[in-house]
């Protein structure tokens, strides 16, 4: 965190940044008071601004959903799909193509959190469409991975053999496991075999066990990053804190937001299923936890005033770390010059003030 610093924007892009002093006359924005970051990166976005992310899913609607979240602060964004059929997906691959070749602003590339995982671990993810990876799911998500920007997988460790791991991997995407009952032995297999990320952590996975680690204490003992859903409400204050010691440097921040993130909407249907917005949290008519209420600022200030981590750690959990995890560190979640204008200015307690996407005032 650095005190007394203008950041110059031209043409959308960030020019320079300087001593407030010695900052070109003209048109300025003075912040009064807060912190100026960079745009948010969020990994785990399932729908926003009404929208779902589904086998209907258009080019444009995936645009739509972005802008939703930059308007929360989230710049860029992994749009994800949950477990759905073959067909599903492969509308789901082919509108984040398109959306690539249009450049739509804070379009990072495409999420598939499933379907490949453990029926043990579903979560709120329709296991009647949960199923082990084929080999012409292998080659879907092969050539979606070489013609995207970023390809995240969500797979568990007994529903995708080795080879298909490393395939996945050699094609260029993150293999990040998840949804799982596994075992540390079979965590540290996937990973050997290339998977190289977690998703959101203690979530739907086997627990840390004094003689079995499981699937957390393989993750929070393994060099990979890890997304984590930090609403106080998917993870236990006290336990976001057991694993920021565990891995200071390895975790990164993730909304897992639904379709009601930017609107009032209370309840909506996913897979024919209700899903109710009561209190913060989304869950099924049976309680099961279906996605978050969230938005990354929220998030933020979860960490720093209820977990007690440091600001400039909680903050590069939101912006560098995410964008390292997809390969994009040079284009976005850093304030550099040549950059992007995509900026956020959170307040002193922590809640979204502005966002600048491109450097157009958003809010």
């Known amino acids: 965190l650095r005190d007394g610093l203008a950041v110059v924007v031209n043409d959308g892009k ?63 964004i992994l749009p994800t799909l949950i477990t759905d059929t073959a067909e599903a997906t492969a509308a789901v691959i082919a509108a984040g193509i398109e959306a690539s070749r249009l450049s739509l602003p804070g379009f990072l590339g495409l999420h598939l959190e499933g379907p ?34 970023a390809l995240m997988v969500t797979l568990a460790p007994v529903a995708a053999t080795a080879d298909q791991i490393r395939a996945l991997h050699a094609a260029g995407a993150i293999v990040s496991l998840g949804h799982a009952e596994a075992t540390a032995a079979e965590v540290r297999a996937a990973v050997a075999a290339g998977a190289n990320c977690a998703t ?18 393989a993750i929070l003992t393994e060099a990979i990053p890890a997304g984590l859903i930090a609403d106080g409400i998917h993870v236990d204050p006290a336990t976001m804190k057991v694993a920021m010691a565990a ?39 049976d309680g099961t936890l279906a996605g978050a209420d969230l938005t990354l ?4 200030r979860c960490l720093i005033c209820r977990v007690g981590v440091a600001p400039e750690v ?4 939101a912006t560098s770390r995410p964008a390292a995890v997809i390969g994009a560190q040079d284009r976005v979640g850093r304030i550099a010059p040549g950059g992007p204008a995509d900026l956020v200015h959170l307040t002193a307690d922590w809640h979204l003030a502005q966002v600048w996407q491109g450097g157009a005032a958003l809010l």
């Open 247 to 285: 891995r200071p440097e390895g975790l990164f921040l993730v909304s897992d937001a639904m379709c009601v993130a930017g609107s009032a909407m209370e309840e909506f249907t996913l897979g024919g299923r209700r899903i109710l917005r009561r209190e913060g949290r989304l869950t099924l008519e």
């Open 14 to 76: 960030i020019q320079s940044i300087l001593p407030e002093a010695d900052a070109p006359p003209g048109d300025h924005h003075q912040l009064s008071g807060g912190v100026l970051a960079p745009g948010l990166i969020d990994l785990q976005v399932n729908g926003g601004g009404g929208r779902m992310v589904d086998g209907s899913v258009t080019a444009t609607d995936l645009g739509d959903i972005c802008a939703a979240h930059a308007r929360l602060g989230a710049t860029g």
């Open 116 to 149: 490949h995982l453990d029926p043990r671990r579903k979560g709120a993810h329709d296991p009647r469409l949960i199923r082990p990876m084929t080999a012409p799911d292998l080659e879907r998500l092969c050539d979606a991975a070489r013609r995207l920007p």
């Open 297 to 300: 600022p929220e998030a933020i």
């Open 200 to 217: 959101h952590l203690f979530n739907a996975m086997s627990q840390l066990g004094n003689r079995e680690p499981g699937m957390v204490g």
């Open 314 to 317: 909680a903050l590069a959990m």
